[in-house]
């Protein structure tokens, strides 16, 4: 069972343009929301969360906005850049056996072109 | 040094070998997680400790043993590895409390069973 769900792949997208990367959760007991961003052969690292209590963080370029009654959230790039060119996770924390597992979506692997 | 440190980086074993992957991190984390990256597959949780204390994960095969000797640092013993156990093993730790939990990870072991 995928309580996290990013149903796109990869997506390619223009240097300077926005790039719009989704994730699908099932689980209304998630309360904190994380995205992360991998390069080939390093380990993944936090770019920005969001607290179920907002529906939007910024963060500079980055931003993530959260529709809680659709179970959806979103991270926008604005001007996406090639170093931007990742794979990117989104995830959430769930409480287990007293501490905290945390389950990650498939990835969706974004190219910025330039 | 700062963060989380896998070492070593790059590993090459036989499938009658063992060898151990250490992790260590800077960060005064309470809790500490083995993850598995395959290619093509989500981020699989292997196991997690809390405050020292094994949270056991039963869908991992016993070829794999963690050890947790404190709060800042894992190990994951390897023997009788099979070809399929090929792929990144990335260590990660949490401040381990309700709220914005966020997870740091480590660059990863990248391992080659032959």
């Known amino acids: 069972d995928q309580q996290v769900k990013q149903n796109s792949p990869s997506l390619s997208v223009q240097e300077g343009r926005i790039s719009i990367l989704n994730c699908d959760y099932t689980n209304s007991m998630f309360d904190y929301f994380l995205w992360y961003k991998k390069y080939p052969a390093e380990g993944p690292t936090f770019l920005i969360s969001i607290s179920s209590i907002k529906d939007k963080n910024e963060d500079g370029r980055f931003t993530v906005f959260l529709n809680k009654s659709a179970k959806h959230l979103s991270l926008h790039i604005v001007p996406s850049q090639p170093g931007d060119s990742a794979v990117y996770f989104c995830?959430?924390?769930?409480?287990?056996?007293?501490?905290?597992?945390?389950?990650f979506g498939t990835g969706t692997r974004l190219k910025v072109l330039a | 040094e700062t963060g989380v440190t896998q070492t070593p980086r790059h590993l090459v074993m036989g499938m009658t070998n063992k060898k151990s992957l250490k992790c260590e991190q800077h960060?005064?984390?309470?809790?500490m997680y083995w993850y598995k990256q395959s290619a093509k597959k989500p981020l699989e949780l292997m196991f997690v400790y809390s405050l020292e204390e094994r949270v056991e994960n039963n869908s991992v095969p016993s070829r794999f043993s963690p050890e947790c000797p404190n709060s800042s640092h894992l190990f994951l013993h390897l023997h009788t590895l099979q070809p399929e156990d090929s792929a990144l093993y990335l260590c990660?730790?949490?401040?381990?409390?309700?709220?914005?939990?966020?997870?740091?990870f480590g660059a990863g072991s990248r391992l080659t069973v032959l």
């Open positions: 990660a730790s949490s401040p381990d409390r309700a709220g914005a939990n966020v997870l740091t």
């Open positions: 995830a959430a924390p769930s409480r287990f056996s007293g501490t905290y597992k945390y389950i």
């Open positions: 960060l005064g984390h309470n809790a």
